[in-house]
Each structure stands twice: as C-alpha cells, then as structure tokens.
C-alpha cells in the first residue's frame, strides 16, 4: 500500500473513533471524571489545580467562545483528540511494519496491524472514557502519541525538520503532563541514538533540539504567570512570581509521586511494559518465515494477556492502580503490542504458504477476523461502563437545585454537588461563589473567604471562621436573606434570628415568618420532588463512589423534607405537612425525626400508610439503646415537630406501647404527654394493683415520679424491676438525676454508674456522669471518663471541650490549644474561641490572644466568657482601662458566673481599689450556690 492509501486508512480510523466518541458522549457536563477537571481549568475553583496547564488554557478558551453551551464544545474537543490519537497510533503501528519481507510478501499485513492496535486504542475503557467526556488525558495523549510520530518519521526520512519539531511538541508535553517527564531520560538516549546512527550527532543539532523542547517547555514559566494573576495566589501567600513557579515545580514533583503506583508495578509491568518489549524484539529479529511450537505459545500467551487489558478484567492497569496520568502510557503499550501481536500471527499463518511459493490470499481475511471478533466483544461489553447518559440526569438535577436559591450569589455547603452547581453558574453567567464548610477551617481558605466581602469587620471576623462570621452577618445584614442559601443544615439561619425555609435541598432565609406563604412553599417543594424522584432512581450506583454519592443526596433530600413538615405544620397546614414527613421517610427510611413527627401528627389528620412504618422505625431504633437526644437527632435526621415528638424518644419503647392489649396503658400514657400526672398516677396505680408484673407501666411510673420530683416513686419503680430481673439504664438514670437535684452527688454517681454498665455506649449518661464529676473536681476520674467518651466518639464537643479545659488547668496548654483549634475547624462556638484566646494568655502569646479574642467578641458579643477573656487579656497586656470595660460588661451579662466576679476582682485589685474588691467578693459569698475550694479560697482572702 501506498503512504497515500495509508494516510486515507489513518483518516478513516480517526473518525470511526470520532463518530464513537461523538455518539457515546454527552452534550452535558460529566461529574464524575469531567467536572471537578473543568471547575479547576476554567477558574471556577478558588483554588484551581496547576495541573495539565496546556489542557486547561486550551478549555478556557473554547468555553469563551460559547459560555453557554461550553460542556458540548469541550466533550467535542475531548472526541476530536481521541479521534486524533486513534489515527496517531494506526499510523505508528503500520510504520513501523514496512520493512523487511512483511512489506513485499504482504502489503496489507501492516494495514491491519495499524488498524488492530487504532481500535484497541479506540475501545479501551481509559481511553474511551477520558475521550467522549471533557478530560485533559484525551489531549495528552495526542501529545504523547504525535511527539512519538515525529521523532518516527525523522527515523523514516533522515530529515531534521521532524527531529526538531518533535523537540518543540515533547517539550509542550513535559510543561503539560508528569510522564513526558519520567520517560524523558529512555528518549533522550534513543534520540542521541538516532542523531548518531543518521551522522547528525552535531553541535548545532543538538542545541536547536534541545533549545525547541525548553520553548515548548516554557509554557510552565507562562502558566505560572497566569496563577499568579489569580487571587488563589495571594490567598495562598505567595509574595512573588517566583513562589508561584516554585510552587508549580514542586507541585508537578509530587503529581508525578502521586502518579506513580505504590502497589502492582510486577502486574503492570507483566501486563504491558514486558509484553510490548517481547514482542517488538521478537518482531525485529524474526524476519524469516519460521514457525516453532515456543514461538506460538508465546504469541498465544500474549494475544491472552493483551485481551484481558481490552476486556477490562482484574489484570488491567485501570483496575489495578486507578485512574493516573501514567496510564496514559500502559494503554499505548497494549494497543502497540496487540497490533505487533497481529502482525506475528500474520507471519506464522503465511509461512506454510510462502514455503511452497504462493501467495498467501486467505491471510488478510483470516486476520481481519482475529481481529474483529474480539474488538466487536469488546465494544459491546465496555459500552456500559463508559455511559454518559447520568450526565443529563445531574444536569437536571442540578438545575432544579440551582433554580431553588432564585440567584442567591452565595452557597454554603459540605462539598456536596459544588461542582456541578459552579459550572452550572458559570453557563448561566450568574455571580455564583460556593463554600465549602468542611474546608472552611483552612487559614487559606479563610482568606478566600473574608475575600467574598468588602465590610472591615466582615473580612476581620471571616479570618477567625466560617461560625463568626456568619453568626454576625446574619444579624446585622437585612440583604442576607437575598444572597444566602444553605445546603447544609437549617441551624445556621436559626442562630442569626432568621427563619429557615426549607426548599428542596436547600435552606433559605426569611426575615418574617408570618411573610410566608406556606401554599407556594409546598408547591414549590412538590414540584421539586417531581423533577427530582424519576432522576434518583435513574443514578448510577454501581460503584461505592456513587453508591455514596446517591445515599448522601437522599439524606439530604429527606433533611429538608422533615424540616418542611415542621414547617407546615408550624404554619397550621397537617395534611401537607404528614405527606412531607412520608416524603422524607420515602428518601431515607431510616430518617428517625420524620418518623417520630409522623407518629405524633397521625392522630391529628387523616391517617397514612406510612404510619405504621414510622411506628416499627422508632421500636427497632429504640431498641438498640444507642446514645441519643432529641438535639442529636435532629442534627442528624431533621427538627422534631414539637415536645410530643422528642417524648417518644425520651423513653423507653415500652413506654409507649402500640399493641391493642395495651389500649389502658396508652391512655395513661397520653395523660402523661398532656401534663395531667395527678390522673395519670392515679390510674397507673389502679394498673399496677393487677399488672404487678408489666414493665411497661413501672418504666412510666418512674417517669411520671421524676417529672413530680418523688424520687421514692423511682425507687419503688427500681426495686419491682430489680424483682423482674429487668432493671433497665432509663429508670438508673432517672433516679441518678434525681439523687443530683437533691445535692446527693455520691448518690448520683453511683446511679449513673450501674447505668452506664448496662448501657456502656449511651452518650448522654456519660454527658451526664461527666458534668457530675467536674462539680465534685474529681479530675482523674473526669480525665478518665472523657478518654471513654473519646474513643467511642472522637468529634463529640461537649467531650473535646471538658478536655481541653481539663488540660488548660492542668498546664497542658500546648495540648489544649491543639484540641480547641481542632474542634474550631468542625463547630466555631464561642466557648471554644473564649477558652483558645484564654489558653493563648496563659501561654504568653498575647498579641494573638487579643486577635483571636476580639474575634470572640465580635461573633458572640452577648457571652459574657468571650468579654471575661479579652478583658485578661488586656490586664495581662497592661491595658488596664480596656480590660475593665470588658470585665464589666461581663459581669452585666453574668452576674452570677463566679469566674467572671473573680476576674472583675482581680481587676480591682489590680487598679488598688480594695474597697470594690472586697465589697465583690462579699457578695459573692453570701450569693453563691456552690464555690471550687479554691475559689472559696481566693474569695476569703479578698472579703472583710
């Protein structure tokens, strides 16, 4: 065949590739490969990647070109490149066929082989995923594959003109993509190779080469400049263009670390790198036509191997090690050994022909079937696995969301759908900037986020978090409500005074509840809902990634739908409001909250199927004795409706029987939930004469004696149980409680630790026993208990917060400042930035101990504790007519906290007022209800 004839074979091959790629890709954005590519390229990321620079310059400039419609333009960049690269590698494969006899005994053979290695390349899963979707690796393996024909024809031709521009694009290649890089030294010695077998080994030459592959190689030095335009750059501290670069090389040091696999080099090197070696030497030695039972095995060994990496079995590289920039190249090394593979298989079926002289006529048939047989299997059986079609179902999905927040400019979420909703913004060219709470606590990324505000005090507070500084915008800003929406929990509305609208997935803002209109609301969510259901069940969920991905979509979902059945029902709406609790049930059946809500408003409307449901959840979730409360629960599922609905939670499950022989014991219970304990007990009384033996009915008896205060109707509840071998934590506790509001600390104790033995992982009697054992100061056994509290529950606040003060007044500053900081990053509350600024005065730092205070005070101006410390701060600092206006208004705000009437004093003192410390110390003693021994101490050294 003519180069002519193989340049129209290339062409064809490239767009069948094209027409594949075309037909199987999406006019959408992909999420899982494409988008969080596109949000860093086209600088939707405040923190974009350097990552494949050349790529991402490329896609800034076709999404100019057509902001709107910019997924198709990039997908249609993405199946061009694959079409290019399908072309490159039939043209490297046949080229490197036409010598020997191949080229005069079998002028198709290399056709073939070309054509066998394109559509290997073509099908391959990698390849086909990265190439009918926007992704850097289908243009990047353009580059591999186009340098890799450069320096080809330089070999075929001896014209220098091709070494050189091989320089220039493998030196694009190398400001582009990690493995130009790692394969650059095995180049560099095959071109020297090469200028030295063709007599060019020169001078001149050589410096050109080397001069073009630093010009295509420069392209880092003008990326670099571009980062360092974005404000990325400041936010990451970068003082000049040189910490940009530096950052840059650095960065591509560890992309080529990350690259490289920890695990499966043997695999991956058996599976491509060896064969490709094998088969290229055998193909260059064994140019006479022979045939041998080894050879043959061999070649059968190989062809197994090379159909198990097309066929995307266990063996595979993307299997294996996951998808890296370095899988660019096994890819190649298959496809090439596939093709060379086909060409052996070519030489050994024509050999038996050739020895008698004839031509070999049925070869080419026979290995185009070879050939066709098994790539036809494996278009139909990858085809599934590269699927785009979930691309329009996100898209849809993430248009509804978008349309919920009605151009609202700021999100705050935990990562969930950014971006997917950013990209969709940015196609709207609508102001859109998306935080993301479970990065917030980054130095860096505060700096990002005290950039999306021009107010001082706003930039100031939104260095000290995400807490503080929404905590103060949503009180002081009547325009909050236009710009913000939340994806991540209603609470944050709440703690600014502003009324939660849930709306789907996404939380808005009203000022002015009775503004509402619960009607449009509901419609607004139920047309959601419509949008939304069919997409659901339509997400892929074949891999834990989006098996993840659709289970924290449905929480979320079913969140915001508990929430507006609180909603409605708040706004007098039953009916809707049940029918939104069964909603939330139907996305999450396990959501406890709507189950409980359910429960409670049954009686109120029209019963539902989903009663019943809702009935069995909350048994089987009691059950299980797990560590609860009503706050934790609705953190978790949804806000409870009311008091009602947070009671059946508070008891046992017997407590509030379902069964129809326990119709009595349900109407007792019912006076109970109403308040009317005088009947309730009465007619448990009555019960009990001829029930002796119900547990149930002890268990609400105990809890109708420690609602009256009668700890000996508890008792009495205890010791029938203890009869009935069913002594259960519920009633312990509830005598512990009582033993403690009676001042029986020992009592207590020994109440809630024959509980915590029965139910050793319920957070609240721990919770409980803790608070217990830092009013007595028993500090080992407070140290002991919050070890206990921490391996079950690492994050829990309360737990962290009693250790970091624990550490504090032990000395262990370090210690506790590393504990305060880190439950900062997860819940800015004031208590934790009050005890950080006050373990930093102990620690002498004091001039990040007023910063971090003044941030305190500035988020949570009416905790008297936040004023306290800074008003320390500023004594320790010599400032002493700061620190007492802050001491002061402490003590208005609390005037019976004894730690700020000690600080206030110790402020006197310090002023040489004695008068007015003594006069405050005395009035401490005679008002206080419980003193530490060294505050009884301190004071009576003060007082007259």
């Known amino acids: 065949m003519s180069p002519r004839a193989h340049a129209i074979v290339a062409g064809s091959v490239a767009l069948v590739g094209f027409a594949v790629y075309l037909l199987t890709g999406t006019a959408y954005v992909e999420t899982s490969l494409s988008a969080p590519w596109l949000l860093s390229a086209l600088r939707i990321a405040p923190f974009p990647s350097m990552e494949y620079p050349l790529w991402s310059w490329i896609a800034r400039l076709l999404a100019g070109a057509d902001t709107a419609d910019f997924a198709r333009t990039l997908n249609v960049f993405s199946a061009i490149c694959g079409a290019i690269a399908v072309g490159l590698m ?18 198709a053979l290399p056709m073939v082989s070309g054509l066998a290695a394109a559509l290997f390349l073509m099908l391959s899963i990698p390849i086909w995923m990265v190439s009918n979707r926007a992704h850097p690796a289908a243009f990047d393996l353009v580059l591999l594959l186009g340098s890799l024909r450069l320096l080809q024809l330089y070999n075929d031709s001896s014209q220098k003109g091709w070494l050189f521009a091989f320089s220039f694009v493998f030196g694009l290649g190398l400001a582009e993509l990690g493995t130009f890089l790692v394969i650059l030294p095995f180049l560099g010695i095959h071109v020297l190779y090469l200028l030295w077998k063709k007599r060019h080994l020169g001078v001149g030459p050589l410096l050109l080469s080397i001069a073009l592959g630093l010009c295509g190689a420069s392209f880092i030095l003008f990326s670099a400049w571009q980062y360092y335009e974005l404000p ?16 840059f090389l650095v960065d591509r040091r560890l992309i080529i670390m ?28 064994g140019r006479r036509w022979e045939v041998n039972t080894k050879l ?18 266990p063996i595979a590289p993307w299997r294996v090690l996951g998808v890296q920039p370095l899988l660019v190249t096994p890819y190649v090394f298959a496809a090439s050994t596939f093709g060379l593979l086909i060409a052996r298989a070519g030489v050994l079926l024509a050999a038996p022909i050739l020895r008698r002289k004839r031509q070999p006529r049925l070869v080419t048939p026979l290995l185009a079937t070879l050939v066709a047989v098994p790539l036809i299997f494996a278009a139909i059986r990858n ?3 590269v699927a785009t079609r979930p691309a329009k179902d996100m898209h849809a999905l993430t248009t509804a969301v978008l349309d919920l927040g009605n151009g609202r400019s700021l999100w705050v979420s935990d990562g969930m759908l950014e971006a997917e909703l950013s990209l969709e913004a940015y196609a709207r060219k609508q102001p859109f900037n998306y935080v993301n709470a479970a990065q917030a606590g980054g130095f860096t990324y505060r700096r990002y986020l005290s950039s999306l505000f021009t107010q001082d005090r706003l930039q100031s507070l939104a260095m000290a978090g995400l807490g503080p500084l929404l905590s103060s915008w949503l009180e002081q800003d009547e325009g909050v409500v236009d710009r913000l929406a939340v994806t991540l929990r209603p609470d944050i509305w709440l703690s600014g005074g502003l009324e939660p609208v849930p709306m789907g997935l996404v939380y808005l803002g009203a000022a002015d509840r009775a503004a509402l209109d619960p009607v449009e609301t509901w419609r607004r969510n139920r047309d959601f809902w419509e949008t939304v259901d069919p997409l659901l069940d339509r997400l892929p969920t074949n891999q834990p990634s989006q098996q993840l991905f659709v289970a924290a979509l449905r929480a979320g979902l079913s969140h915001v739908a508990n929430d ?5 029902e708040y706004t007098q709406h039953g009916n809707e409001a049940a029918q939104a609790y069964a909603k939330s049930l139907s996305y999450n059946p396990e959501n406890l909250s709507a ?11 029209e019963p539902t199927p989903d009663t019943a449901q809702a009935a069995a959840l909350r048994d089987r979730e009691l059950e299980k004795q797990v560590p609860r409360s009503p706050r934790r629960i609705a953190f978790r599922y949804g806000h409870l409706r009311s008091a009602a609905a947070a009671e059946l939670i508070a008891v046992a499950p017997s407590v509030v029987p379902t069964a129809p022989a326990d119709a009595e014991l349900q109407e007792i219970h019912r006076l109970f939930q109403e308040g009317n304990l005088a009947e309730a007990r009465r007619r448990l009384e009555r019960h ?6 119900q547990v149930n009915a002890w268990l609400l008896l105990a809890a109708i004696g420690f609602r009256e205060g009668q700890p000996e109707l508890i008792e009495r509840s205890l010791r029938q149980m203890k009869n009935l071998n069913q002594e259960w934590p519920y009633v312990l506790d509830l005598m512990g409680r009582s033993r403690q509001q009676e001042g029986d600390m020992a009592g207590a104790r020994e109440y809630y630790t024959r509980a915590l033995a029965a139910s050793p992982a319920d957070l609240n009697l721990m919770l409980r026993l803790l608070d217990l054992e830092v009013a007595v100061q028993d500090w080992f056994n407070v140290e002991q208990l919050l070890n206990q509290i921490l391996i079950v529950w690492p994050n829990n606040d309360d737990a962290n917060f009693a250790l970091a003060t624990l550490l504090k007044a032990r000395d262990r500053l370090d210690l506790s400042e590393s504990i305060l900081r880190r439950q900062l990053l997860a819940t800015p509350v004031s208590r934790a930035l009050a005890e950080l600024a006050d373990v930093l005065r102990l620690q002498k730092k004091y001039d990040e101990a007023l910063e971090t205070a003044m941030h305190a005070v500035a988020a949570f101006p009416k905790f008297a504790r936040t004023h306290e410390v800074r008003g320390l701060v500023l004594m320790d600092m010599g400032r002493l007519p700061e620190a007492g206006e802050d001491l002061k208004k402490a003590y208005e705000l609390a005037p019976a906290s004894v730690s700020v009437a000690l600080s206030l004093m110790e402020w006197h003192l310090a002023n040489k007022d004695t008068a007015a410390a003594r006069e405050l110390a005395g009035e401490v003693l005679r008002t206080a209800k419980s003193l530490t021994p060294d505050q009884d101490e301190a004071l009576r050294k003060v007082a007259p």
Request: proline share 4%.
């Open 564 to 568: 507006l059945g609180v909603f409605l």
């Open 258 to 285: 990350r690259s490289l696999p920890r695990h499966g080099w043997l695999l991956l090197g058996v599976s491509t790198l060896v064969p490709w070696i094998m088969i290229w030497a055998a193909q260059r030695k």
């Open 595 to 605: 189950a409980l809500n359910l429960l409670v408003i049954a009686g109120e409307v």
């Open 383 to 385: 085809a599934p696995s």
């Open 296 to 313: 043959l095995l061999f070649c059968v060994l190989l062809f197994g191997i090379a159909l198990a990496i097309l066929f995307n079995t």
């Open 90 to 107: 039939y043209r490297l494969t046949e080229s490197s066929l036409r010598s020997s006899e191949i080229r005069s005994t079998m002028p």
């Open 688 to 693: 009990l004469a001829v029930r002796s033996d």
């Open 232 to 247: 990325a750059a400041k936010w990451r501290q970068a003082q000049s263009y040189w910490d940009v670069l530096k950052y």
